[in-house]
DNA sequence: TTTACCATGTAAAGAGTTACATGATTCC
DNA sequence: GGAATCATGTAACTCTTTACATGGTAAA
């Protein structure tokens, strides 16, 4: 259920609405957990029934807008997932690796194509990193609070950066390697 | 379907029981996928009946097994999941990275309780990866065909561990910046 | 004899994906 | 007037997880 407690986290730093939850998810947290908006307004009314976020929907004109809070108990229950720790028994699903995996049956032109089409797709993604990496570099938060949530959100990213660069590097070498 | 063309892939080696599928699935492939029993036996049920594998029912003295064994129709399909290359669209979902995110919203002793089991449970993996290696590492294939395909598997599992050390990494400084 | 391993499944629930559906507002 | 963005959903399907269920064989 990490959907949502990445609901319920984002929602503790301040109230937003579903469109602006799925913006940060597509922008800063898709680094670490994405969903779809059809997975993403069903679990808010769900979290909504059960008492985890307040939900106050506006009508500026005639645009309708839903603005979700956290309640005590979504509070309550977030704190509860800090505390649990978690074993996060999952099991690995790396379409990746499956396929660095079964190499050995591929083609050579196979290879080098899959290699070329996975390095530039890479490449393309630490780019975006970069400049999320940038922007927020000159973000100054006003608060305490708020720099101290930055940091982590970027040390976040910074961590998904190295792992993405040890994937590319891999990479680069069996390029080299299949010539 | 990934786990489809893992079973595919693995029966594009040797045929294999369902059982046996499992524990390659546990043993090396886990690295990069890994499934439950529950889903694996009628995947291979739903491959019999598209005509993808041929089964064999044994009955070795009262214990019965099922043979799988890749049919030329599987064979293709394999080979067109090799040329697709894949655009590997799927969105990322992370619960270490999700927890590194809210990181500012937890307590200090939360942050050290958590790091501390997630590096105890990274170094158990590392080590376990390492054994396969050092086992992989004396094992001599006799063909070239079994060579290049140990030399990709242990590669994945090279890049496992890179990506892993990478993570492990990052929490040892996480660990001394929180002190 | 009991433990570990071999061997195969079903059922129900939960999570994720794709496709469909609608309409308002803002900026060029 | 059209494109981009704001804004919210439903339905059907697929994939994954958890729990349940059964029985054989080999070795200590």
């Not at 984002?10 to 609405?17: D, E, F, G, H, Q």
């Not at 799925?22 to 779809?36: R, V």
């Not at 993403?40 to 029934?49: K, T």
Request: proline share 2%; net charge negative.
């Amino acid at each position: 259920m990490s959907l949502r407690h990445s609901i319920l986290g984002l929602l503790a730093i301040r109230p937003l609405t579903g469109y602006e939850i799925k913006k940060i998810f597509d922008e800063t947290l898709a680094h670490a957990w994405n969903a779809y908006d059809s997975q993403i307004y069903p679990e808010l009314h769900r979290l909504e029934e059960q008492g985890l976020i307040s939900v106050e929907a506006l009508t500026d004109g005639r645009r309708q807008r839903r603005v979700n809070e956290l309640t005590e108990a979504g509070r309550t229950e977030l704190q509860r997932w800090f505390e649990e720790g978690g074993p996060s028994n999952r099991l690995t699903r790396d379409e990746f690796l499956l396929r660095v995996f079964f190499f050995g049956l591929m083609h050579r032109t196979e290879q080098r194509a899959w290699l070329a089409q996975e390095r530039e797709r890479l490449e393309a993604e630490l780019a975006a990193a970069d400049d999320i990496l940038a922007r927020e570099a000159i973000a100054q938060p006003k608060s305490a609070r708020g720099r101290d949530l930055l940091r982590w959100q970027m040390a976040c990213i910074d961590l998904h950066v190295a792992q993405t660069t040890a994937r590319l590097e891999w990479i680069r070498s069996a390029e080299k390697e299949i010539g």
